[in-house]
């Protein structure tokens, strides 16, 4: 077993009532009582302990009934003015006696609570452990610890066997990781041609936690509509895969084609494709026309003329930061589903981009190139951050404290768009000098992109016609 809960729902959802569950849960493999918080040295065992096994809970402020029958019987609960101290001891013991550092979740449930004899004036500390793929946490003292049984204490380890099976338990998760990033998709050869961004996303990158979105097809399907959307995410092709899921943007489209997709598993993994809109004329001149629509292409073909570009293959990226907007909003609703509140993981993998020059419509970009130089992808595949395992990854906050569903969407989109843009060569944001200009950078990005899906687009859709 890899998890266990004696609640039906996550440990953020917690209240205090459902507390009684513990009158039939006996303390053992994955669950241990403490009538007060311990010192810091016995939280470090028990927390490394759970880690180091299968996982588990660590209720504070909880006595149990006997050694004969170890449910939880009492809980006389910590006084409220200590919980601050009791977490900071947690978070100390785990952080300065224990490497690594293992993950843990902590949830306080307040009394008063007459069921469960819980005073108004006291709480119960409530740690959930999940097992870990980062074996083995070894203590302080140099032990290692699991739990065993139904010992309510961790019992040392020092069974070569099980020593190397701790070791070695992240192989198989560094495996899937590796075997994720190495899946790329299966390119035409005309699509070889393509330069294409690979959006991967991941909620539990080392798979510690219990994920899996439960909704039936539908729902899972709505998910992707655009009721209520703040940008244009056109998926109109929403079928089942073996995994989960398969969005895709098939309208006025060949589908044979990879077009923009998004392809998604119930344990909140994702790929999504998006292709990029690129130009090869045969003088820099030729841009005029096929970036017409944007403020700044004179200055972008200025710079082109200053380093003496001839053969050239550009980039269009100012589609990118509109669909990643859409992409978190999507991904918001995901995580809902699955019942995920924290923040999730980002890599993002360019395709096809040999020897390509990325546009961007903002003077701020521009003003880079001129001072620095052209960027330019020499390698077909560039990959931000760089690497194929779990922790090859960056974070995209949840930024709970923002009320609206569309602001938060589209600061994780900016939050996205930095490995994007260090695949390209192009600095993110807080590296570049916003001094000279009113517009901050992720601004002139969000109006490059309606730009790009407005009025050049217009103008696209009508050159096509007319040729």
């Known amino acids: 077993m890899d998890y266990y809960s004696p609640f039906n729902k996550a440990l953020c959802d917690l209240q205090t009532a459902d507390l009684s569950a513990l009158k039939q849960t006996s303390e053992g493999w994955y669950v241990e009582y403490k ?58 013991s785990a952080a300065d006696l224990l490497n690594p550092s293992p993950h843990f979740d902590t949830k306080i449930l307040l009394g008063p609570d007459s069921e469960l004899g819980l005073l108004e004036n006291r709480a119960i500390v409530c740690a ?10 070894v203590h302080k003292s140099g032990m290692i610890y699991r739990r065993v049984s139904d010992s309510s204490e961790p019992t040392p380890e020092n069974d070569r066997f099980v ?31 393509q330069p294409y961004a690979r959006i991967m996303l991941v909620a539990d990158k080392r798979e510690e936690r219990d994920i899996w979105i439960t909704a039936e097809h539908d729902a899972m399907r709505s998910v992707f509509g655009l009721n209520g959307m703040l940008s244009i995410m056109p998926f109109d092709t929403i079928y089942t895969s073996s995994e989960g899921l398969v969005a895709r943007q098939l309208s006025s489209n060949d589908p044979s084609r990879l077009g923009l997709t998004w392809r998604m598993s119930r344990n909140l993994t994702s790929d999504v494709i998006v292709p990029l809109q690129f130009y090869q004329p045969d003088l820099p001149t030729g841009l005029v026309t096929d970036l017409e629509g944007y403020d700044n292409v004179d200055q972008f073909i200025k710079v082109l003329d200053k380093y003496n570009i001839s053969t050239i293959r550009v980039v269009d990226l100012n589609c990118l930061f ?9 991904q918001q609703r995901l995580c809902a589903l699955a019942g995920w509140s924290e923040e ?89 000098d916003e001094e000279s200009t009113d517009v901050t950078y992720y601004e002139a990005l969000e109006n490059a992109g309606r730009r790009a899906v407005g009025i050049v687009q217009e103008l696209r859709i009508e050159r096509l016609k007319t040729n």
């Open 344 to 432: 999730y993981h980002v890599k993002v993998k360019v395709l096809n981009a040999w020897r390509t020059i990325p546009f961007v419509d903002s003077s701020l970009v521009l003003e880079e190139y001129e001072k620095y130089g052209l960027p330019m992808c020499l390698d077909s595949v560039s990959t931000t951050p760089y690497g194929t395992g779990p922790d090859a990854f960056l974070a995209v906050p949840t930024y709970r404290e923002t009320q609206d569903v569309h602001a938060r969407a589209y600061l994780q989109a900016a939050a996205m768009f930095v490995p994007a843009a260090y695949a390209f060569g192009v600095l993110p944001c807080g590296l570049l």
């Open 322 to 330: 509109p669909i990643l907007t859409g992409v978190a909003e999507i």
């Open 35 to 92: 009538r007060q918080m311990p010192k810091a040295v016995a939280v470090a065992k028990s927390l490394s302990a759970f880690a180091n096994t299968y996982g588990g809970w660590l209720f504070v402020g909880v006595e149990e009934t006997s050694k004969e029958n170890p449910v939880a019987g009492a809980f006389p609960g910590v006084p409220k003015e200590d919980i601050d101290a009791a977490l900071q001891l947690m978070r100390k």
């Open 163 to 193: 020593l190397d099976q701790l070791w070695r338990r992240a192989d198989d998760v560094k495996r899937r990781s590796k075997e994720w990033y190495d899946h790329d998709p299966e390119f035409s050869p005309q699509e070889k041609l």
């Open 128 to 137: 959930w452990v999940p097992k870990s793929t980062n074996t083995p946490h």
